[in-house]
C-alpha cells in the first residue's frame, strides 16, 4: 500500500472513537478541498465511502483500514472506487449508485442490498440475503456483485436485476454455494455460479446453459474481479466453462406455479385406481353419473307433457244431472255438423228441447268455466230449443230383457228411453190419462210451448210403443208386473201433496190438482188467490191464477221464498206478491188468517208446500225410508229385482230424473248382463288448467248457436287449434292423423325440454306437466 | 289466481312474495329454458289477454275494441309455488329476460307456510347477514416489533394438532414407562365438516373427497373431511384416502353396520372419530332425511331399506348424563381402533358448553371439543330451530378456551370451532379470529358448498331448498335429473382452489404477527373490535 498517495483520515481521535457523522464530515471536506485519495482509518464508523459527488468526475480512491462499518460505499456514486482491506460488516453496497466495491475477506449479510449500479467485489463468502432488492435501471449498465466463495441463505430475494457471479472458491459451504432457499421473488436479473447448490426458486428462475455471449463476458470479466482482490492466480481455475451454471429470472409469463397433476389426471391415476373403476360409489351403483347440461330433453327431463284429451269431464257435463257433454254439441257445432249435434242429445234425454231448451235451470250454464271468470256463460238454451228437430235414429230390435216401468213422468220416460234404445223391451204404466207426468200436467204453458212439449213426446212416443195409461197398480198388480218382467223400475213420483193440520184445510187445494185443473180449463179460481208455499210449484199455481182470472194473488211462506228462476220471474210478471215469514192459523170462508190474526182474503187457498211419494202400492220387499224408497249406488232398491228413480226416491229437478234414469238404464243393462255396473264418471277438469284468455270478456249475448261453438272453452276436450304445436319452442309438438277422424298431439322426447309451454298456452287445457319416471 | 275466484287468508298476490320474478316482454324469446329450470314450478307460461281501445272522437269511424293475446313467463302465487329466488331462470335465460329480485318489504308468505298446520322447514342457513366474526380486526401487525415475516415468501406450516396432548412430563413419563400416549394427528386447521352422504349427492360428496385427497397428495396439506351422519362409501373405508377422513357418529348410528365390517380391512386408520351430539343450526333439532332421497344407493351406504324416512333423534337415546355419555361413547370409540384414532364430541354452541368441556377435562382420552355455533347449517330442519335455536360462536368458544387457560390445560384439548365460519366470504379472516380466540381449528360446511359447488344460498332467504332434494345445482339433491348437473371433478378443483387460497389468506393475516410455524392459537392481544361490551365479553381489545 502506498500510503504517501494517501490523504490519512483517522476514525481515532486521541484513543476515541469519533462520531460516523463527524468521520463523513471530514471525509466529505477532504473531498471537497480536491482529495481524490484518502485512506480511511476506519473503526467500525457506518456508510464509509458513499455519497462523494462533490468529486466529480474525477477518479476518487477510498482505501478502508480497520474495521469499517455497516454499510460500506452506501449510496456510492460512480467515481468512487472503494477498497476495504478485511471482512465488511453488513449491508456493504446498499443502494449503491455507480462505486466500485471491493471486500478483501468475507462480507456479513445484507451485501448489495437495493443496488442499483456499480460492482462489489467480494474475496470471500458473504452472509444472508445477499443480492436482494438490486434492480437495473434501463439508463445504467446493471449493477454486478462478485462472490469469491459461497453465499448465505435468502440469496437474490426479490432481486430486480444486475448479475451475480458467485465463485465457489475457498467457500464458506462448499456443498451449497447458493445458501438456502435462494431467488425467491426474483424477476429480473442473472446469477452465475460454479459449483454445487441446494435449489433455488423454481417459480421464479430458471437454470439455463451458459450462452457464448455469457461466457464472452465471463471471460473478459474474471480477471478484472480477480485484479482487484488480487487472486490472478485463479484465472484457469475460474475459466473451465463446464463448471458455470446461470440461473435467470422468469418473465412474468413464464412464472410456473408448483406443477402437479390435474383433477383429471389424479381421479383417473390415484382416485379410481385407489377406489375402483367408477370412483367412491362404482361398486354400489351403475347409474350414470356424467354430467349433463341444465336444459335436457328425453328420459333426463324432470317434467314431460301429457295430452290428456278427454281424461276429465268439464265442468258443464261434469255438473249436469243427465251427464250431457255439452262441450261436444258445441264442438259438432263449430264443426258445421249441426244435425249431429242436436241429435246427439237424444242419446242422453228424451226431453232435449223441453228441458235443455225451457224447463231446465241449467246447472251445465250455471258451471261453465266462462262464469266463474265473470262472462256469459255458453247458451245451451239455444241449442236446446233447436233440439226440436232431433231425429231418432233407428232403434234396435227390442229382443232384450222386459222391463216394466211403473210412472210415465220424465224419471219413467227417460229409463224406459234409454232401455229400448239399448234393445230392451221397457213398458210403461202411469195413473194418468197423459204421458209426461209433471211436464204434460202441471206446468204451466206459460213456460214451455205446448207445441214444443208434445213434439217431444210424439217423438217418445214413436220410441215406446208401449205404454199403458191410467193404470192405477195395487201391490199384487206390482208382484205381477215382477213375475211377468225381468226388471221393474218404479218411477211413480211423489205425488201425495202435503197438507197443513190447521183448521179449514179441507177448504184448500193442492198447488198438483190446481194446476191440473187450470190446465184442462176445469177450475175459476177467482179474483183472490192466495198460495200457501212460495216456492217454485207455487209460482206456477200463481201463474195458472192470473191466466185464468185472478186479480190479487198473494204467496205466503215461513221463511224467504226459495222460488227461483223463470218461475219466480213469471209469478212476479203475473202481479202475484210475496209475504213472509207468515204461519197460517186456520182457513175460513173469507181467506187464510195468519197467526198474526192478519185475515188475506181468498177466493181459493192453493196449497203448495210439497209432494211426497204415496208407496202404499209397493211391495213388502221394498224399503221405505222417511217416506221416500231407498236405493243403493245403482238405484236399486232392497228387491233387487226392483229399480227406483225420481221424485219417489229423491225430490229433485227434471234433469235429476232424466239422469237417474238414464244411470239406472245403464246399471240395469250391466246387471242383466251380469256384471258390476261401472258407475264412475270422469272427474271433472281443474279450471285453471283451461285458458279463457283468448276469448272476449265483453261477449254477453249470443247471436246464435254458431256464436256460442265458437265460445265453448272446450274444457278438457282438444280443439284442434294446434296452439300448443305453435308455442313450443323446440317444435316437439305435432299432429298426428289416426284412424278415421281421430288424431292426437304427441311430444318427440328428444325435442321436448318440458319447459310446459303447452299445458300453459292450451285454451282448453288438455295438456299437463306430469313428474318424469324415477330414474333409480 | 282466477278473476272471479273466491280469496282465502292464504291467496297471495306477487306483491306478497319474498322473491318477485321480473320479466321483459321485449328481451324474452319464449325459448321455454326458465320455465324447465326453475326448481319449484314457481313460473309458467302465461296467456295475457290484450285488449286495445281504438277510439277517435271526430273520427268517422266506429270506434273499436279489440282483445289481442300474448303469451309471456308468469309467477305463480300460491304459496306452495312459490319463488325461492335461486335464480337459475336468469342463469339459463339467453335473453337476460327475466331475473328474481327480493321485495322491497317484509313478504306475507312467511305467514302461510303453515298449511295444514305444517310448520315451516326449509335448508340452508339462518338469514342473518350480520355477526360478530367479520367485525373482528387484527390490530397487531409488527412491523419492527416481531420478526414480521413475508406471507409470499416464507416458508409457512399451516398445521394444528388433533388429539389429545399430555404435558410434556407426564408425556415423557409414559414413553419411559411405555405407557398408552393418546394418538395426535396434525392437521390443516381448515376442517370440513359433517355433511352426510344423502344430504349431499353423489357427485358433491365425492368431489369434496376427492379434492381433500388431492389437497394431501398433490399439495401437501393435510386436510381431512368429516363424514357427516350417514356412513361411509365401502370403497372410501378400504382405501388409503381413509386416513384424510373424520368417521361422525351420530344418533341415527346410521351406516356405522358397514364401517365396523369394514375395519379387519382398512388400509389405514381413519383421521379421527368425531361424536356428534348436536349441530348449531338446530340445536335439540334432530335430522331427518325424507323417504324420496333414500334411494338405492344411499340405503346401501347407510345399511337402511329403501324408501324409508330415516330420522336421527335429537340425543343419543341410551345416555343419560354427560359423564356417562361423555365417557361411554369415547371409550366404544377409541376401542374401535384400537386406541390409535383420536376421539372427539361435537356439541352445539351452547350455554352449557363449559360443562360439556369440564367433564372433558378430566377425561383423559377426550382428542379435543368441536363446537358448532347458531350460523351453522343445515340440510333440514325446522324454521325455528334455524332461525332461534342456537348461540354464537365467538363467545361460546372464547368461554371454552378461557377456561381451559385458567385450568392450564389449553395445550392438552383442541377446540374446534364451526358454524357461520365465513358466511359473508371472509373465510381466511373469519377462520384467524376464531384461532386467535382460541380454536386450534375450524369446520367449515356451507363455505365449502359455495365455494366449491356454486350452492345458491345467501344470507337473504335465497333458495334454502336443500331439504327437498330439488336443489337446483345438484348439491343436495338425490335425483340423476339434478345431481349430474354436478361434475365431482370441478368440485374437487373447486375445493383445492379454495384451500390454496384460503392458505395464502391465512399467511396474509398470521405472518405480520411473526407466526410462521405456529398457528397463533389464543393470541387474542392481535385482536381488537369496535364494540365496547363484545370487547368486554371476548376479552379482547376494544379499538375505534
Known amino acids: 500500500m502506498d500510503d504517501q498517495q494517501y490523504y490519512l483520515i483517522s476514525g481515532r481521535q486521541n484513543d476515541i472513537r469519533i462520531e460516523s457523522r463527524v468521520l463523513e464530515e471530514q471525509i466529505q471536506e477532504a473531498v471537497a478541498k480536491g482529495r481524490r485519495k484518502i485512506q480511511v482509518e476506519a473503526f467500525g464508523q457506518h456508510g464509509i465511502g458513499g455519497r462523494l459527488w462533490r468529486a466529480g468526475d474525477k477518479p476518487l480512491e477510498i482505501r478502508v483500514t480497520g474495521h469499517s462499518g455497516q454499510r460500506l460505499g452506501s449510496m456510492g456514486y460512480a467515481n468512487t472506487r472503494i477498497e476495504n482491506f478485511g471482512p465488511a460488516s453488513d449491508d456493504v453496497g446498499w443502494l449503491n449508485g455507480g462505486a466500485e466495491i471491493i471486500v478483501h475477506g468475507h462480507a456479513a449479510n445484507g451485501v448489495a442490498n437495493a443496488m442499483a449500479q456499480g460492482k462489489i467485489y467480494v474475496a470471500g463468502s458473504i452472509g444472508a440475503r445477499g443480492m436482494t432488492m438490486t434492480k437495473q435501471n434501463p439508463r445504467f449498465a446493471p449493477p454486478e456483485l462478485w462472490v ?156 314431460v307433457p301429457v295430452w290428456e284429451n278427454r281424461v276429465y269431464a268439464p265442468p258443464c257435463e261434469a255438473s249436469c244431472p243427465t251427464g250431457i257433454p255439452v262441450h261436444e254439441r258445441w264442438r259438432l257445432v263449430r264443426e258445421g255438423r249441426m244435425d249431429e249435434a242436436v241429435d246427439m242429445a237424444l242419446a242422453y234425454t228424451p226431453f232435449p228441447a223441453s228441458v235443455c231448451g225451457y224447463l231446465c235451470p241449467n246447472l251445465c250454464m250455471q258451471a261453465c268455466t266462462r262464469h266463474s271468470s265473470g262472462m256469459a256463460s255458453v247458451d245451451i238454451t239455444q241449442l236446446g230449443k233447436s233440439s226440436i228437430s ?157 191466466r185464468l182470472g185472478a186479480v190479487d194473488i198473494t204467496l205466503i211462506d215461513v221463511q224467504e221464498p226459495a222460488s227461483f228462476g223463470q218461475e219466480r220471474q213469471h209469478a212476479e210478471a203475473a202481479g202475484a206478491k210475496f209475504l213472509w215469514p207468515c204461519f197460517t192459523r186456520q182457513i175460513t170462508e173469507e181467506g187464510v188468517v195468519l197467526e198474526s190474526g192478519e185475515m188475506l182474503a181468498a177466493d181459493t187457498v192453493v196449497i203448495s208446500i210439497g209432494d ?96 256460442c261453438g265458437t265460445s265453448c272453452a272446450s274444457c278438457g276436450a282438444c280443439r284442434d287449434c294446434g296452439i300448443c304445436e305453435s308455442i313450443c319452442p323446440r317444435g316437439a309438438i305435432s299432429r298426428k292423423q289416426l284412424e278415421g277422424k281421430d288424431y292426437e298431439y304427441a311430444v318427440d322426447p328428444d325435442l321436448c325440454i318440458g319447459c310446459g309451454f303447452c299445458a300453459g298456452a292450451c285454451p282448453c287445457g288438455i295438456w299437463a306437466m306430469r313428474e318424469n319416471d324415477p330414474l333409480h | 289466481m282466477q278473476a272471479n275466484a273466491k280469496i282465502t287468508p292464504s291467496t297471495l298476490s306477487v306483491k306478497d312474495h319474498p322473491w318477485r320474478i321480473a320479466w321483459s316482454r321485449d328481451k324474452c324469446s319464449l325459448c321455454g329454458q326458465c320455465t324447465a329450470v326453475c326448481p319449484v314450478n314457481a313460473i309458467e307460461l302465461g296467456v295475457f289477454r290484450k285488449r286495445i281501445v281504438d277510439v277517435e272522437i271526430h273520427a268517422a269511424a266506429q270506434p273499436g275494441n279489440v282483445n289481442k293475446v ?91 394438532l388433533l388429539g389429545r396432548l399430555l404435558p410434556p412430563e407426564e408425556n415423557m413419563k409414559r414413553v419411559r414407562e411405555h405407557g398408552w400416549i393418546p394418538p395426535v394427528r396434525e392437521i390443516y386447521p381448515l376442517i370440513i365438516g359433517g355433511m352426510s352422504f344423502g344430504a349431499l349427492s353423489p357427485p358433491m360428496w365425492e368431489g369434496l373427497q376427492m379434492g381433500v385427497a388431492y389437497l394431501n397428495e398433490e399439495m401437501g396439506m393435510p386436510v381431512c373431511i368429516s363424514t357427516g351422519e350417514g356412513g361411509c362409501p365401502p370403497r372410501l373405508l378400504r382405501s388409503r384416502f381413509l386416513r384424510y377422513v373424520i368417521l361422525q357418529i351420530a344418533s341415527g348410528y346410521f351406516g356405522w353396520d358397514e364401517i365396523i365390517h369394514a375395519i379387519p380391512e382398512m388400509k389405514v386408520d381413519p383421521c379421527a372419530i368425531e361424536i356428534k351430539y348436536g349441530q348449531g343450526a338446530k340445536p335439540g333439532d ?34 343419560y ?34 360443562a360439556v368441556l369440564n367433564n372433558l377435562t378430566r377425561n383423559p382420552y377426550a382428542a379435543g371439543l368441536a363446537i358448532d355455533g347458531e350460523d351453522g347449517g343445515t340440510g333440514a330442519a325446522y324454521n325455528v330451530s334455524l332461525d332461534h335455536m342456537g348461540h354464537p360462536i365467538a363467545s361460546a368458544l372464547r368461554d371454552c378456551y378461557l377456561n381451559l387457560v385458567r385450568l392450564g ?39 365449502v358448498m359455495q365455494a366449491a359447488a356454486g350452492c345458491l344460498g345467501s344470507e337473504t332467504r335465497r333458495c334454502n331448498i336443500c331439504n327437498i332434494g330439488l336443489c ?25 382452489d379454495m384451500y390454496v387460497s384460503f392458505d395464502t389468506e391465512l399467511r396474509k393475516i398470521v405472518a405480520p404477527l411473526g407466526r410462521s410455524t405456529s398457528l397463533p392459537i389464543g393470541m387474542s392481544d392481535a385482536l381488537g373490535i369496535a364494540d365496547k361490551a363484545a370487547a368486554d365479553r371476548l376479552q379482547i381489545q376494544y379499538v375505534v
Open chain 2, 472 to 496: 337446483p345445482k345438484g348439491i343436495t339433491s338425490q335425483d340423476p335429473r339434478l345431481y349430474r348437473r354436478l361434475d365431482a371433478e370441478d368440485v374437487a378443483q373447486r375445493v383445492v
Open chain 2, 321 to 354: 348424563s354427560i359423564e356417562e355419555a361423555v365417557a361411554k361413547m369415547i371409550q366404544s370409540m377409541y376401542m374401535a381402533w384400537g386406541f390409535r384414532v383420536p376421539v372427539y364430541p361435537k356439541i352445539s354452541a351452547t350455554s352449557t358448553s363449559l
Open chain 1, 612 to 707: 211426497v211419494p204415496d208407496t202404499d202400492f209397493l211391495p213388502d220387499s221394498v224399503k221405505v225410508e222417511k217416506g221416500f224408497v231407498r236405493v243403493n249406488e245403482y238405484f236399486q232398491t232392497t228387491d233387487p229385482q226392483i229399480f227406483a228413480i225420481g221424485d219417489i226416491v229423491r225430490p229433485g229437478l227434471l234433469t235429476d230424473a232424466i239422469g237417474a234414469g238414464r244411470k239406472a238404464a245403464a246399471a240395469l243393462r250391466e246387471i242383466a248382463e251380469g256384471k258390476r255396473p261401472a258407475m264412475d264418471r270422469a272427474h271433472m277438469i281443474d279450471t285453471a288448467r283451461v285458458s279463457l284468455e283468448y276469448f272476449d270478456p265483453r261477449q254477453s249475448v249470443f247471436s246464435g248457436v254458431e256464436q
Open chain 1, 148 to 303: 469469491l466463495g459461497s453465499v448465505g441463505d435468502y440469496f437474490g430475494e426479490f432481486m430486480a436485476g444486475g448479475i451475480a457471479v458467485i465463485c465457489g472458491i475457498e467457500a464458506q459451504t462448499p456443498d451449497n454455494i447458493l445458501g438456502y432457499r435462494p431467488l425467491v421473488g426474483m424477476v429480473s436479473g442473472k446469477v452465475f455460479f460454479r459449483g454445487p447448490h441446494g435449489g433455488y426458486s423454481k417459480s421464479d428462475a430458471r437454470l439455463m446453459p451458459v450462452s457464448d455471449a455469457d461466457w464472452q463476458w465471463l471471460e473478459e470479466n474474471f480477471s478484472r474481479f480477480l485484479g482487484a482482490i488480487g487472486r490472478v492466480e485463479l484465472y484457469d481455475e475460474l475459466a473451465e466453462r463446464e463448471r458455470w451454471q446461470v440461473v435467470a429470472a422468469r418473465g412474468p409469463m413464464d412464472k410456473v406455479v408448483r406443477k402437479t397433476r390435474s383433477i383429471s389426471e389424479f381421479r383417473q391415476s390415484a382416485w379410481n385406481r385407489e377406489l375402483g373403476p367408477g370412483g367412491l360409489v362404482g361398486d354400489l351403483t351403475d347409474l350414470d353419473m356424467s354430467p349433463i347440461p341444465v336444459i335436457v330433453t328425453g328420459e333426463l327431463r324432470r317434467f
Open chain 2, 70 to 160: 300474448y303469451h309471456g313467463i308468469r309467477q305463480r302465487t300460491d304459496a306452495a309455488y312459490h319463488c325461492i329466488g335461486c335464480g337459475m331462470c336468469a342463469m339459463v335465460c339467453p335473453n337476460d329476460a327475466i331475473m328474481p329480485y327480493h321485495n322491497d318489504e317484509a313478504d306475507k308468505l312467511r305467514f302461510h307456510l303453515s298449511q295444514g298446520g305444517q310448520a315451516e322447514r326449509r335448508g340452508g342457513r339462518r338469514n342473518a347477514p350480520a355477526g360478530i366474526l367479520d367485525q373482528i380486526k387484527f390490530t397487531r401487525i409488527s412491523m419492527l416489533t416481531d420478526p414480521a415475516l413475508d406471507a409470499g415468501r416464507h416458508e409457512f406450516e399451516m398445521r394444528t
Open chain 2, 409 to 447: 390445560q389449553q395445550n392438552e384439548i383442541p377446540l374446534f370451532a364451526g358454524g357461520g365460519i365465513g358466511k359473508n366470504g371472509n373465510l381466511a379472516a373469519n377462520a384467524a379470529a376464531l384461532i386467535m380466540l382460541g380454536a386450534s381449528g375450524v369446520q367449515v360446511g356451507k363455505y
Open chain 1, 390 to 546: 232431433a231425429k231418432v235414429s233407428e232403434l234396435p230390435p227390442a229382443a232384450g230383457k222386459k222391463i216394466a216401468v211403473v210412472g210415465g213422468g220424465p224419471a219413467g220416460i227417460s229409463v224406459a228411453w234409454q232401455l229400448r234404445r239399448a234393445g230392451h223391451d221397457a213398458v210403461i204404466y202411469d195413473m194418468s190419462d197423459k204421458l209426461g207426468g209433471k211436464m204434460s200436467r202441471l206446468i204451466p204453458r206459460s213456460r214451455i210451448p205446448a207445441d214444443v212439449l208434445e213434439a217431444e213426446l210424439e217423438r217418445i212416443r214413436e220410441v215406446l210403443a208401449h205404454v199403458h195409461l191410467q193404470q192405477e197398480l195395487t201391490k199384487d198388480d206390482v208382484e205381477q208386473l215382477k213375475a211377468d218382467h225381468d226388471f221393474v223400475v218404479i218411477a211413480a213420483g211423489a205425488t201425495k201433496p202435503r197438507i197443513l193440520p190447521v183448521a179449514g184445510k179441507e177448504r184448500m187445494i193442492a198447488a198438483n190438482d190446481f194446476l191440473a185443473r187450470a190446465q184442462d180449463g176445469s177450475i175459476d179460481p177467482g179474483k183472490n188467490v192466495v198460495i200457501i208455499g212460495a216456492g217454485n210449484v207455487g209460482c206456477d199455481a200463481a201463474v195458472e191464477a192470473r
Open chain 2, 286 to 319: 334432530g335430522g331427518l332425511l325424507m323417504w324420496h332421497k333414500v334411494n338405492d344407493l344411499i340405503a346401501a351406504i347407510r345399511g337402511v331399506p329403501k324408501g324409508v324416512s330415516l330420522p336421527s333423534p335429537p340425543t343419543h337415546q341410551t345416555k
